[in-house]
T-cell receptor, first 113, second 113 residues
Framework: GENVEQHPSTLSVQEGDSAVIKCTYSDSASNYFPWYKQELGKRPQLIIDIRSNVGEKKDQRIAVTLNKTAKHFSLHITETQPEDSAVYFC????????????FGGGTRVLVKP | DGGITQSPKYLFRKEGQNVTLSCEQNLNHDAMYWYRQDPGQGLRLIYYSQIVNDFQKGDIAEGYSVSREKKESFPLTVTSAQKNPTAFYLCAIGRENSNQPQHFGDGTRLSIL
């Protein structure tokens, strides 16, 4: 069936380095790709999103890139800080699933001071 | 998110018991969703509703039931048929248009007594 694959499942980086998380999707009709950050025991919070008519979007230290041809999108965090430590989820609307969001399995990011 | 209220925060279920989780929103969003999150896992869709008096099954609807009698409310009942109910349950709201983000409530943590 339709799904969203997210890699890596865990990511450890040194404070100040960059972190990159990649997701692939299978439905070429997907048109919306949000990223959520979830701290332990808390709700997921939207941090950035991108629509299919845009190739890249940036918000301070966070950026998302979309490659529609290859059907993958990535989250880039630059100059990582300890407070960036959390689980990050990508998602995509899956047309075959009624335009609902389908989530990737999550990436646990640990920023070491 | 200030406009989405989930209650209770913690809930315990006895064997054979049905329990109901509340989700209320005051943001006038049409769409509401219920997700289940197991430890270290992603979010799986249980049920969703895009309009009052209508709802559809998600990926893991067995053992759950919902109603959408009012736009503001989308309660989830975990029935005795759900044999492994221990999880973190998240309610989300969204707009009917597929390229808009979903926003989550603070969640209900359900455990078996």
């Amino acid at each position: 069936g339709e799904n969203v694959e997210q890699h890596p499942s865990t990511l450890s980086v040194q404070e100040g380095d960059s972190a990159v998380i990649k997701c692939t999707y299978s439905d070429s009709a997907s048109n919306y790709f949000p990223w959520y950050k979830q701290e332990l025991g808390k709700r997921p919070q939207l941090i950035i999103d991108i629509r299919s008519n845009v190739g890249e979007k940036k918000d301070q230290r966070i950026a998302v890139t979309l490659n529609k041809t290859a059907k993958h999108f990535s989250l880039h965090i630059t100059e990582t800080q300890p407070e960036d430590s959390a689980v990050y989820f990508c998602a995509a609307t899956i047309k075959a699933a009624g335009n609902k969001l389908t989530f990737g399995g999550g990436t646990r990011v640990l920023v070491k001071p | 998110d200030g406009g989405i209220t989930q209650s209770p925060k913690y809930l315990f279920r006895k064997e054979g018991q049905n329990v109901t989780l509340s989700c209320e929103q005051n943001l006038n969003h049409d769409a509401m969703y219920w997700y289940r999150q197991d430890p270290g896992q992603g979010l799986r869709l249980i049920y969703y509703s895009q309009i009052v008096n209508d709802f559809q099954k998600g990926d893991i609807a067995e053992g759950y039931s919902v109603s959408r009698e009012k736009k503001e409310s989308f309660p989830l009942t975990v029935t005795s048929a759900q044999k492994n109910p221990t999880a973190f349950y998240l309610c989300a709201i969204g707009r009917e248009n597929s390229n808009q983000p979903q926003h989550f409530g603070d969640g209900t943590r359900l455990s078996i007594l």
